[in-house]
């Protein structure tokens, strides 16, 4: 069913504020304005005129539970009343160690070892540091380089927009001012391999890690890949002496099906990172989790071997808190059940878009559909027509794509597909 209307409210805050603002990804001189929003819960986005949105994008895939769910919200305010946070350098708090313990019980040994920051990008920077060091520190300084893949996105700081695909428009400015690193056709079948082994004969002694978006590469198109690609890129490092990072930010905490992507290819990375659902959507925290191995290099009577990082709100322990209550709602609510459920849902309900002129493809894994368009996208044209539709779906590149809560209701998960359904058709009759 559609969302409803609701009684508007006084926006002045908009007017007088907006002129202030820069916004991320977006050409402030020819976007339309963005859309005002003035509360949100379960899967729907209040805006200040009144319209409901239903939510099919789970605010960049964070709000897994959905948005303002009872239980994280007095975890908060339940740590607001003792303390909102304290720096992480010599001191430590429970909500922190908690949050440590809790992530690596659920990854597989030797994943033992949790750094916490602020976001997703910086929790990559971190990765990739301890990737370099880690070679520093055993006399192997000139394994300084990180391979990572075409269709691949890890972030928009320096280090993560080097591993990052060289051509994609985010970060192609950069290209001159970067770490030059090697980015490569992410191998799929055995002659890729073969090709990748051949780069690894001759490159892989100045290389530190491989860096990988298990599964699915988000940022980058949504592109799917099978789970031996994994396992075949793990025998890689293993052969070469390469460590493996796998940046979860976007596929963890359920999105693919299992409660990790790398639980599919049952194999263990050297190093991983985390972050998006991490706290359910409600603020920002990171992990970079490391191998008992990696960590150990770090161990030394030389200072200089420390990793030398520390974010200023490093384990945040309003967002620790936010992150324990998200960790309980995995283990009380059927959470992977019901990723298994839209999963079959999209499968289904997104088939008829194989008939709309200029769709070339439909991919779902998870709790995540896409769908493939060919020509002109007209993205600001589609954005808007969602909103008039009742939803908050936001297309970019040549998809259209649904990364829900993971609790959505069917009746509401319906709703979104029928308006890709509507929305593409429609687009797809436009010169």
Not at 52 to 59: F, M, Q
Not at 274 to 297: I, N, P, Q, R, Y
Not at 299 to 320: F, I, K, Q, R
């Amino acid at each position: 069913m559609p969302p409803k209307s609701i009684e508007s409210e006084s926006c002045t805050w908009f007017e007088d504020g907006f002129p202030h603002v820069w916004l991320p990804y977006t050409q402030m001189q020819t976007t339309p304005p963005p859309t005002p929003v003035v509360a949100t819960n379960g899967t729907r986005i209040r805006l200040a005129d009144g319209r409901e949105l239903i939510d099919g994008i789970a605010s960049w895939w964070t709000a897994c539970h959905g948005y303002n769910h009872p239980h994280i919200r007095a975890a908060v305010a339940k740590q607001l009343d003792v303390m909102p946070h304290v720096m992480f350098g010599g001191l430590v708090h429970e909500p922190a160690l908690l949050l440590a313990n809790r992530i690596t019980d659920v990854l597989p040994n030797p994943l033992s070892r949790v750094f916490f920051s602020e976001s997703g990008s910086v929790s990559v920077e971190i990765a990739l540091k301890m990737a370099i060091q880690f070679w520093i520190n055993k006399g192997r300084p000139e394994r300084n380089r990180i391979i990572s893949f075409l269709g691949g996105y890890h972030g928009d700081t320096f280090g993560a927009m080097s591993v990052c695909d060289p051509e994609e428009g985010m970060h192609s400015l950069f290209k001159s001012t970067l770490v030059e690193q090697h980015v490569l056709p992410l191998p799929r079948n055995a002659s890729d391999f073969e090709q990748f082994e051949k780069f690894l004969q001759s490159n892989a002694d100045h290389c530190a890690a491989v860096i990988i978006e298990p599964l699915v590469q988000g940022a980058g198109g949504m592109q799917m890949h099978d789970a031996v690609v994994l396992q075949r890129l793990r025998a890689a490092c293993n052969e070469w002496g390469l460590l493996l990072i796998l940046d979860e930010i976007f596929t963890g905490f359920g999105r693919t099906g299992a409660m990790f992507a790398h639980d599919e290819a049952r194999i263990v990375p050297d190093i991983i990172t985390l972050s998006k659902a991490l706290t359910g959507g409600t603020m920002s925290l990171a992990a970079t989790v490391a191998s008992e191995d990696v960590f150990e290099t770090f161990l030394s009577e030389d200072s200089g071997a420390a990793l030398m990082h520390g974010p200023t709100y490093m384990a945040n322990a309003l967002a620790c808190a936010a992150a324990n209550a998200s960790f309980d709602l995995f283990e009380q609510e059927p959470r992977l059940e019901q990723v298994e459920a839209i999963e079959s849902q999209l499968k289904e309900s997104l088939a008829p878009a194989h008939k709309i002129p200029r769709v070339t493809d439909i991919r779902v894994k998870g709790a995540i559909g896409v769908v493939q368009l060919s020509g002109s996208m007209r993205l600001d044209w589609m954005r808007t027509r969602f909103i008039e539709a009742g939803v908050w779906i936001r297309p970019f590149r040549d998809i259209v794509y649904l990364t829900p809560a993971l609790n959505i209701r069917k009746e509401d998960l319906s709703y979104l597909v029928d308006s890709v359904l509507e929305v593409v058709a429609e687009w797809s009759t436009l010169a």
